[in-house]
């Protein structure tokens, strides 16, 4: 007993209670971003798969949940391994994850920070799947995600942030996910339209958000959930973390006004809420792997020319004749590659020095090698995650059963019904109006978020933001 109190003592004495109590907080914030990503999602889709969207990416978060508790843990973040390229199994099962802090976070116990960075790894391929939207199988792709993350997430996530990960020792600097979680996602979603193809109807029809108020409430959802995504990747309670919180709250806002200015002037003078949400992820994503290095200031320039980047990266999808159905590889691919070169010009010392760490800084700090760093982490990132996520598509297309595309006529119909048999939106058919005597008289009403049309006219074709939805 008292051997057993020493190590206890021992394993504790360098656990500071606001760092751990700050840490539960952004984990809990982060595990908002999954739900969030899903009615972002699902106001983007057409209203025929808004509930499998949302689904999709909750059933996501439990299913590499799973597997970090499994070896996830152990393969991305492991403090005993020495090679450069992915962990050891030390941390199996979590049985040895305990008080004692990790190398990483030294003020916290390792569950806190366990469960902090489990919260990073569940949201990566929820944010990949939006690159198959609308035409993915559920069971599949449970399958896929728990293989795809132990393949491409925790590799990444070793080299980046693993002490003995080769971009970590080479200087990259990737304070919260621009290489491991936004830019593997976006790739991801890029070889998702390859391989997976074309929906019915693209190049035909315009594919527009039949949901607007779930794209707001999802990406306030996001918003509120970055803060501890970036502010608790200080791993403590501290001025760095601070700073992390404002420059991410400034990138987004930038962000937002700066894709919403340029939108205006380009599809007729018109401001959209979808332009502005769209702009503040966009914001969000190129700050994040400079939130811990660099200055408010420095964020106006990660927002702006983040949000005029994703902008005019959406028309790669229509000029190449790739089907991103929600622009996963524009907004996360190409943000989170924005992100990191622009960490390489605006990384400062004194920002890292906040919390007594010490970097060479980025070009303010003329510190010119650094954007090369960034450049190489990004490219590995990209390439690693695309490649793999490939290859990973094509193995499973030859599988009996594992096919991720679904049939034509579960496209057709919708995921929500041919993959769950429910539906987000319940559909009136047309009757005649009791009491009214007119010729053809009829009542259309539509059950859509509590907005109601209807109409006496004899012939009726109501159709929702040309989402495939149509009541006639």
Not at 59 to 63: G, K, L
């Given at each position: 007993m008292v051997q057993l109190l020493k190590r206890l003592e021992t394993d504790e004495s360098h656990i500071n209670g606001s760092d751990t109590s700050w840490i539960l907080v952004s984990a809990a914030l982060v595990f908002i971003m999954s739900p969030g990503v899903g009615y972002f999602y699902s106001g983007m889709a057409r209203s025929k798969n808004a509930v499998s969207m949302v689904f999709l990416c909750m059933?996501?978060?439990?299913?590499v949940s799973v597997q970090w508790m499994?070896?996830?843990?152990?393969?991305?973040?492991?403090?005993?391994?020495?090679?450069?390229?992915?962990?050891?199994?030390?941390y199996g099962l979590m049985l040895k994850v305990d008080n004692k802090a990790h190398t990483n976070a030294p003020?916290?116990?390792g569950t806190v920070y366990a469960i902090f960075q489990c919260?990073?790894?569940?949201?990566t391929p929820a944010l990949a799947i939006g690159g198959a939207a609308e035409r993915v199988r559920v069971f599949?792709?449970?399958?896929?995600?728990?293989?795809?993350?132990?393949?491409?997430?925790?590799?990444?996530?070793?080299?980046?942030?693993?002490p003995s990960g080769w971009m970590a020792k080479m200087g990259e600097l990737d304070y919260a996910g621009g290489t491991p979680v936004h830019i593997a996602s976006g790739?991801?979603?890029?070889?998702?339209?390859?391989?997976?193809g074309?929906?019915?109807?693209?190049?035909?029809?315009?594919?527009?958000?039949?949901n607007y108020l779930n794209i707001i409430l999802g990406t306030a959802l996001l918003w509120f959930g970055w803060f501890g995504f970036n502010g608790g990747s200080a791993v403590a309670s501290n001025g760095r973390a601070g700073m992390a919180a404002a420059v991410t709250h400034i990138a987004a806002c930038m962000g937002g006004l700066s894709w919403s200015v340029v939108a205006y002037f380009r599809n007729g003078f018109k401001f959209s809420s979808f332009h502005f949400c769209s702009g503040a992820v966009a914001g969000l994503v190129a700050i994040t792997p400079g939130s811990g290095f660099v200055t408010p200031w420095a964020a106006l320039v990660f927002g702006a020319v983040g949000g005029i980047a994703c902008h005019f990266a959406v028309d790669l999808k229509e000029k190449l004749r790739f089907d991103d159905a929600l622009d996963v590889f524009a907004v996360h691919g190409v943000g989170g590659i924005v992100g990191n070169l622009l960490t390489g010009i605006f990384a400062s010392k004194s920002v890292a020095a906040l919390n007594g760490s010490e970097i060479d800084g980025g070009w303010i700090d003329h510190h010119w090698k650094q954007f090369g760093y960034q450049l190489a982490g990004s490219c590995a990132g990209a390439a690693w995650s695309f490649g793999i996520t490939v290859i990973l598509l094509y193995i499973f297309k030859v599988i009996p059963g594992m096919n991720l595309r679904i049939h034509e006529e579960g496209e057709i119909s919708g995921a929500d019904i041919a993959e769950m048999g429910e539906h987000g939106y319940k559909y009136a058919t047309m009757e005649p109006v009791a009491g009214n005597t007119g010729r053809g008289s009829t009542l259309s009403v539509l059950e859509q978020g509590g907005v109601h049309h209807s109409s006496g006219n004899s012939s009726i074709t109501n159709s929702v933001e040309k989402t495939g939805v149509t009541n006639t």
């Open positions: 059933i996501a978060m439990a299913v499994i070896w996830g843990y152990s393969l991305a973040l492991s403090d005993t391994a020495t090679n450069p390229f992915i962990g050891n199994l030390t003020t916290i116990p919260m990073f790894a569940a949201l599949p792709i449970i399958i896929f995600c728990f293989i795809w993350t132990t393949i491409v997430y925790d590799p990444i996530a070793y080299w980046s942030w693993a790739f991801a979603a890029l070889a998702f339209a390859v391989v997976l074309k929906r019915k109807g693209f190049g035909e029809e315009k594919f527009q958000p039949h």
